[in-house]
């Protein structure tokens, strides 16, 4: 009697767990390919791009089955409601034969709203019809789509609305080159500041761009690089923003890090250096992926940079550079808001001709021994140099 209800005690637990299985597949829901989804209607129908910063829009997500998905939202727009060749595709084609008739915002969005940027969708006018001054039209329609796409599913597209926008003229220019800085312990001349004006005269070193690579014309995004010597223990990060930690790289984004670096805090937040020396470091700020290698053989120490110029007699004793780092031997220096009328100038070392850069690129380059004069154009500029990789960075103010 004992053996027959211990039998159907078993037979009983047995159908509960099917019965729970049954019910645990209908709560998983299979991941469905949707059509479309709804993208509303604009507010203003009728925006002035010159006085207005956004333009708002909210939509709905996809019906994805039930399935809870973490979905990336872009918004599009076109002048013409034709979708067939993108202002990114048109910039790739080198002999310059394609025409671009719609344009992909930058941002991107995780939840059901988001803006187009005023200025941007402007500029995406500008690159479309190719509009000189004179032609601008005092009212255009546009045309918007949202985009989705979500692990495992096609990318998919909303409805197109519309809306009025009153353009204007603006010069068109790539976006400028994404750069970030090094921050940290031994970096710099303050100690972990990432100060929004620390760039170069406290603790942030600016990266580098690299001559002869591209960079997203839309974004800025490519691969930059520094080079600097290193004391054993130092800790340091890299950030995007002067004044913010929001956005930041550190151990867990270099590729294959050789026995000179190791996560000497433990938590991955830091690269440590655990040798000293003179490291090389790219970062390609389209894939967050960091190279850190070291740099062989003999590298110059200098007490002194100058730019000697035509606009200042070539004298390599005036106009003498900053040392960005003070604490450990340097090798970035800067000088501020300097103004040229259009000059050209090289770089020289400790008051003399002996060690020179110089490279016929502008506003970025790499300086080589006796190279030709740089070319400066009139402006106002902040301007940063490496010793070591002989490059030079004028920012434009």
Not at 234 to 252: A, C, H, R
Request: with cysteine; aromatic share 12%; net charge negative.
């Amino acid at each position: 009697m004992k053996k027959i209800f211990l039998s159907s005690l078993m037979l009983l637990s047995m159908a509960l767990m099917f019965t729970a299985c049954e019910d645990d597949n209908g709560s998983n829901p299979t991941l469905v390919q949707p059509t479309t989804f709804a993208l509303n209607n604009p507010v203003n129908k009728l925006v002035d791009l010159f006085e207005s910063t956004a333009i708002p829009f909210e939509w709905s997500q996809p019906d994805y089955g039930g399935w809870p998905a973490a979905v990336e939202y872009q918004l599009e727009v076109s002048p013409t409601n034709e979708w067939n060749v993108s202002t990114d595709e048109a910039d790739a084609d080198e002999e310059g034969f394609t025409a671009a008739d719609y344009a992909i915002m930058s941002s991107t969005f995780s939840v059901c709203k988001g803006e187009i940027a005023a200025e941007e969708l402007d500029k995406a006018l500008l690159k479309i019809y190719q509009w000189s001054e004179d032609e601008v039209p005092e009212k255009q329609t546009v045309y918007v789509r949202c985009s989705a796409v979500t692990p495992g599913a096609k990318k998919v597209y909303s409805n197109v609305v519309s809306l009025e926008v009153n353009p204007y003229y603006i010069e068109l220019s790539d976006a400028p080159i994404e750069i970030w800085y090094l921050v940290g312990a031994g970096i710099g001349s303050k100690d972990w500041d990432n100060g929004a004006g620390s760039v170069a005269v406290g603790g942030l070193l600016p990266m580098y761009p690299i001559m002869g690579n591209e960079y997203d014309s839309r974004t800025g995004q490519g691969e930059i690089e520094y080079a600097g010597f290193f004391s054993s223990s130092v800790q340091f990060k890299l950030i995007k923003t002067p004044g913010s930690w929001d956005e930041q790289l550190n151990f867990t984004n270099v590729k294959d890090p050789g026995s000179f670096l190791a996560d000497l805090d433990g938590d991955n937040h830091n690269i440590g250096i655990v040798e000293d020396g003179y490291y090389r470091i790219r970062l390609n700020t389209a894939t967050d992926e960091l190279v850190i290698e070291r740099i062989e053989g003999a590298v110059g120490v200098y007490t002194m940079i100058s730019m000697p110029g035509e606009y200042q007699g070539w004298s390599t004793g005036d106009n003498v550079m900053n040392p960005m780092s003070t604490s450990v031997e340097n090798h970035d220096w800067y000088l501020m808001s300097v103004t040229y009328e259009g000059t050209e100038l090289k770089f020289a070392a400790d008051n003399a001709w002996d060690v020179n850069w110089g490279a016929t690129d502008f506003p970025y380059g790499v300086g080589t021994q006796n190279g030709s004069n740089i070319p400066v154009a009139a402006g106002t500029y902040n301007v940063y140099f490496n010793d070591i990789l002989g490059t030079y960075n004028f920012v434009l103010q």
